[in-house]
C-alpha cells in the first residue's frame, strides 16, 4: 500500500478546491474542510434548481501508480452514491471516474483504476479506461439528480 492522502496526519484543507453547479446557474452548496478530529469532511447541500444538481471537490497530487491496481479509500458516507474521480493530466477536459454508495459505516472502498472510464460534461467519452502511470488531480462529486443535503467522511487514500 501507497498512501497518497492521510487526513489522521494533516489538517491541512487549503489545496482542495470545491465546485457547484453554480458555476453553470446552478444554486448548490458544498464545503471542504479538515476537523480537528483529523478527518475531511466534504458536505453541503445539492440543489435541482437552476438546471443545477451538482457537488465536486478536487485536489491536484502527483502521484505514481504505474506499480498499482487499485485505489483505497477509507470513509464513512451517508447512504448516498458518490463518484471518485482522476485525471492524470490536470490541463485534459475529461476525467475518470468510478461510482460508489456508500453505506453509513466506515468502510474502505476498492476501486480498480483499470476499471475508471471516461467521463466529461456527464457523458461517456469514447477513449481506454485508465491505464496511466501518473494521477495529478483526485475528486469526490455528488450528482444523483435529486435534492439532497450530503456529507461524505474521508480519512485516507491509497493505492495498492
Not at 21 to 32: Q, T
Request: negative net charge.
Amino acid at each position: 500500500m501507497k498512501t497518497i492522502i492521510d487526513f489522521t496526519s494533516t489538517t491541512d484543507s487549503i489545496e482542495w478546491q470545491t465546485i457547484t453547479d453554480a458555476v453553470m446557474g446552478g444554486v448548490s452548496k458544498s464545503n471542504f474542510e479538515v476537523t480537528t478530529d483529523h478527518l475531511a469532511v466534504f458536505s453541503g447541500h445539492v440543489s435541482l434548481d437552476n438546471n443545477g444538481g451538482f457537488a465536486m471537490v478536487k485536489h491536484s497530487i502527483t502521484a505514481h501508480c504505474k506499480d498499482y491496481t487499485t485505489i483505497c479509500i477509507t470513509l464513512k458516507g451517508d447512504g448516498k452514491a458518490y463518484q471518485f474521480r482522476i485525471k492524470e493530466n490536470t490541463a485534459t477536459k475529461h476525467w475518470f471516474i468510478a461510482s460508489f454508495t456508500t453505506n453509513g459505516e466506515w468502510q474502505t472502498i476498492e476501486i480498480k483504476l483499470s476499471s475508471m472510464y471516461a467521463m466529461f460534461r456527464g457523458n461517456k467519452v469514447d477513449i481506454p479506461n485508465f491505464n496511466g502511470d501518473n494521477i495529478n488531480e483526485i475528486a469526490f462529486l455528488i450528482g444523483n439528480k435529486t435534492a439532497e443535503n450530503f456529507s461524505l467522511e474521508l480519512k485516507s487514500i491509497a493505492l495498492k
